[in-house]
């Protein structure tokens, strides 16, 4: 497979025209072509000679691709999906699948003490995703899943067993969310995600693979909006800071002057917390930060979140706190609203209390409700007075508006949907 050009830092832009026997200065054109003008064909780089694209398009890749659907909502929001072939394409499917598929080679075992939710809906239509109890995998495998490359990782880990489905593409999701004076892309940084949060369908169809700083960047540049984009959340399907090398350099094309030359105030990387790759990205990058909290209670967090036991809420705070939120950088909250779960003033307060004397904002989360999960969205009424209260102890909460209902826009519905019509 050809190496892409999409990604690539000046430097290396101008090293690759170098490599195909070309001047530097033809690397700077690229750079200008596919950053600042956001142009995705060859046949539109009128300044480069038709020699020099020969000569560049046999080794390269541009790395662009167009999306392969597309929902619009009656609100303006629109949801992009793309196919991707991530290296190496080894899935890591969620552990009750391993252990159903363990089940099936041990004739006698039975899983009759494990709760059925739903079907799972990736590439294995015949299995059933299956809540267990919050037991799960142990520390050291969450951890070693997260930190280490995933062709290392072994049967027994932390989602569950590896698949190698040579040749297979996978599909991402972005969504572009339309305001009177923005237009932000909600951006994928995985194919699937190794984290499992139970209110999540990314989570339930597990983990197939990283993206490459190419396949973040071409959501950007293969959209109708890509000339009007204005910021962007990485909140799409996967956790960020499990594929950090590829964000950061995203986030650098996204940023240096010679690429997109975005100020870092338009982009926030929301995750899980992450610690190792946290602690990276706080020393390493000037965007905003939103962390998934959804409860405040470790282990009622820990029913709804597996890798709560690897990084605990507390932790992350803790880490977070040693960082100055004062300035331009921002960190918020964000909180999914479970009705009967997480929404009443014994919640409320509790947050209160773990958020005290830090500078940030909470944002609650309606939730777009998914198939065979438990719970329903909290009440209007409850959000509401869950808002008030933090407001009324000095911590800052909105309620963030529902955008884009009607065309699955939560997290990895179409992806999982295309998945499960192939
Ligand atoms: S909510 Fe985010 S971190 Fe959790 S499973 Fe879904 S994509 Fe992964």
């Not at 880990?157 to 698949?163: F, K, P």
């Not at 499990?242 to 964000?247: F, L, M, P, R, S």
């Not at 004062?326 to 964000?334: D, L, M, N, Y």
């Amino acid at each position: 497979m050809k190496e892409k050009l999409l990604g690539m830092t000046l430097e290396e832009l101008k090293q690759a025209a170098v490599s195909c026997g070309l001047k530097g200065f033809v690397g700077a054109q690229l750079a200008d072509w596919l950053y600042a003008k956001r142009v995705t064909d060859w046949d539109r780089m009128v300044n480069i000679s038709k020699a020099a694209k020969q000569a560049l398009s046999e080794k390269y890749d541009l790395g662009t691709s167009k999306p392969v659907g597309t929902s619009v909502s009656t609100d303006g929001t629109k949801k992009y999906l793309f196919e991707v072939h991530p290296a190496g394409n080894n899935k890591i499917i969620p552990d009750a699948i391993t252990e159903k598929k363990r089940a099936q080679n041990q004739p006698g075992n039975s899983l009759v003490e494990n709760e059925i939710v739903g079907e799972m809906t990736g590439n294995q239509p015949d299995v059933k995703f299956e809540r267990r109890s919050v037991s799960g995998p142990s520390v050291e495998n969450i951890k070693k899943t997260v930190t280490e490359d995933c062709s290392t990782v072994q049967d027994g880990c932390r989602m569950g067993d590896r698949i190698d489905e040579q040749g297979k593409p996978e599909y991402v999701e972005s969504v572009m969310i339309p305001e009177e004076d923005r237009k932000t892309l909600c951006v994928s940084s995985q194919a699937g995600c190794k984290m499992g949060c139970k209110f999540c369908m990314t989570g339930r169809h597990g983990f197939h693979g990283q993206l490459q700083a190419a396949d973040i960047l071409n959501q950007f540049l293969s959209i109708d909006e890509a000339q009007d984009l204005t910021n962007t959340v990485f909140m799409g399907m996967g956790e960020p800071l499990d594929n950090y090398d590829a964000v950061s350099r995203a986030i650098e094309v996204l940023t240096a002057p010679w690429g997109f030359a975005w100020s870092p105030k338009r982009i926030t990387v929301s995750t899980i917390g992450v610690l190792p790759a946290l602690k990276k990205y706080l020393d390493g990058q000037r965007c905003h930060l939103a962390v998934s909290l959804h409860n405040p209670f470790p282990e009622e967090r820990l029913q709804m979140m597996p890798a709560q036991k690897a990084w605990d809420i507390r932790e992350i705070l803790d880490l977070i706190r040693q960082y100055d939120f004062s300035g331009q950088r921002r960190v918020s909250f964000e909180y999914t609203m479970f009705k009967g779960f997480n929404d009443d003033k014994r919640h409320a307060d509790a947050l209160i209390r773990l958020l005290r004397g830090l500078e940030c904002r909470v944002n609650l989360i309606r939730f777009h409700k998914i198939p065979d999960f438990p719970y329903d969205c909290a009440t209007d009424a409850a959000m509401e007075a869950f808002r008030d209260r933090l407001n009324n102890h000095q911590v800052l909460c909105t309620i963030r508006s529902s955008r884009g209902e009607d065309i699955l826009a939560a997290c990895g519905m179409l992806a999982g949907q295309h998945s499960s019509s192939d």
